[in-house]
């Protein structure tokens, strides 16, 4: 039962995606005990997983499992396995270390649209559960992508069979997709993105101030990604009204 | 017996205030083998005690207890309790899970002179160690509050029974009470309101830099607060004069 | 077996210096599970070693030592002790708490070229490796450093000993060194201090952009230091060119 459970309402039900960028056992099990229930996706950033021992990974994936979290390699780990043609070798690792899901990414290479949909619907034929992400990871590029270039790939994405479509922000969230060199959101920019609904989009929101716009505009059933593993629980706060910036908003 | 005991001198006296944002039983036995000794305080930050289980909460506040630190949750839960009228059971239910201690506060609502004092009383005939905060968490609202007003509530809250009064500055420490928006005291409102005297107030100092100011300013006796479970071991240091900005100088 | 193993090439051979500012043993195992064959030297921060019991401190080293890492006291920690007149009995104790290494530096006092030759001397007979560092920890003295008085001291404390100098830029990492009050590398600075090799200096680089723009310009070969406990697995994908930033550029 929950501390404090008579202020408690219903659970918010927006999907939450943890970046994981190379935590260890003891770290993920403070995790789970803390703000497993809260977690949908667990994100093994960018190409961390391989630097790692294969038994490591895999009781990492077992246990982000066994708590109903569904983990995962980031996408520039896919997207060099994909420029370096070990493709098929990557999707037979990424199963046999215990993930489920694959993140179809090109923020750090470049890749034309057949390439993209056929990583897709390889990927869902391997049994994955894919999300694609939308965006560049250098800045200079992700300004070249207009708005009406994103949405095309987000329904692109989407009709090839990807569950979910991320929007781009990194880690450090500044500069890059929605959000301006201060890490606002570009208003205009978000509201063409979401024209067509928000339920398959995760927006990675990784500074605070970010989080609380997002909630406070979409509600508690916006999905949220780039979360570091020790703002899990306010943002789950956050959802719940019982962060400052959401007391009694949401 | 300390590491190089040679060049320790008494310890300070200052009290320090951890802001505790949801950590898991590993890490806070890490935390009290390493820096157990220099905190005073656990503040379970804002509504984060409401979204864990029961049974980890009162396992963390065992733990603290234990360890000579009072915990306590943050004052947003108390206010969100009190303004749904659950205040009655919110004292019940933190007593119950271990809590020695409460913050009470109008950070995140909007509360009448007589309700707080109200609430500071029946706090303490519930047994309570009683700390109340002054400032609003959101700092359109803060910077309409003057300095004589935030004297007044000082002096309010001690008259009815508070033991120490934190000033408000937030996890991120800018643009709130007494530092601008580069974090940086503003030395005209801070010296006003140590016109009396420092012992019963905890300044909310989340910077280095903020940390070094009061040391320097008050000397090794300044009460700290939201301190971030990585900075209590830095803190200590600076009020031993064993990190450069303080060598010398305390 | 690291996961991915096809994906890795040779294991790049640069030196990483992690900067642990208190950890606790469940910390530091995770640590040195998920990246301990990526980290060279482990720095207890300037004086955290001494607020903690001698036990606690034993413990860690072993457990770096164990791994093939080499811990050794932060230097604001020696400096102290020397300007107090305690070297020798610091050396004694830092040896018995199982340091392999020593840092010699005058970031946070003064100190003339003889005591500094003689500080290193001392802790080479006493069988320390010996790290220097060049800088000042004050940006105010630090900016009076000329580029050739720095490259004297590299230079002399080489001769006198030192195994590595480090290039000062404490735990943030800006306006100090070859930084400028962004965080941003001054590369004339940078090109000087550097015109004799890379090999035996350790540049600190807390931050993202400056990891990257070293790898990139010196290769993986580069040798970084003061780098978060929780960036050690970030900074080995750099190196090899699985983090956007290097990608196809290493």
New interface residues.
């Given amino acids: 039962?929950?501390?404090?459970?008579?202020?408690?309402q219903a659970q918010p039900q927006g999907k939450t995606m943890m970046l994981d960028?190379?935590?260890?056992?003891?770290?993920v099990?403070?995790?789970l005990?803390?703000?497993g229930d809260?977690i949908s996706f667990a994100k093994f950033?960018?190409?961390?997983?391989?630097?790692?021992?294969?038994d490591?990974?895999a009781a990492k994936t077992a246990k982000y499992d066994a708590a109903g979290i569904m983990p995962y390699p980031g996408g520039?780990?896919l997207?060099?396995?994909a420029?370096?043609g070990?493709y098929d070798?990557?999707l037979v690792?990424t199963k046999a270390?215990g993930f489920k899901g694959v993140e179809v990414s090109d923020?750090?290479?470049q890749m034309g649209a057949t390439t993209r949909d056929e990583l897709i619907s390889k990927a869902r034929e391997a049994g994955f559960f894919v999300i694609s992400e939308v965006g560049k990871?250098?800045p200079e590029l992700d300004h070249e992508l207009t708005v009406d270039e994103r949405l095309d790939l987000i329904n692109s994405d989407l009709n090839h069979g990807a569950h979910y479509v991320i929007l781009e922000a990194?880690e450090?969230g500044k500069n890059i997709g929605i959000y301006d060199a201060n890490g606002n959101i570009i208003d205009d920019e978000l509201d063409a993105l979401a024209a067509n609904g928000t339920d398959q989009l995760i927006f990675e929101a990784p500074l605070k101030n970010q989080q609380v716009a997002l909630i406070l505009k979409y509600g508690t059933q916006v999905n949220l990604g780039n979360i570091a593993y020790?703002e899990?629980?306010?943002v789950?706060?956050l959802r719940?009204?019982?962060?400052?910036?959401t007391?009694?908003k949401v």
């Fill in positions: 039962m929950l501390a404090y459970d008579f202020m408690n960028k190379g935590l260890g056992l003891n770290a099990d403070d995790l005990a803390t703000a809260y950033g960018w190409g961390t997983a391989a630097t790692m021992n294969r490591l990974i520039t780990l997207e060099v396995a420029m370096n070990h070798q990557f690792e270390l923020g750090s290479t990871k250098n990194r450090a020790d899990v629980t306010s789950e706060t719940r009204g019982l962060r400052a910036d007391v009694g």
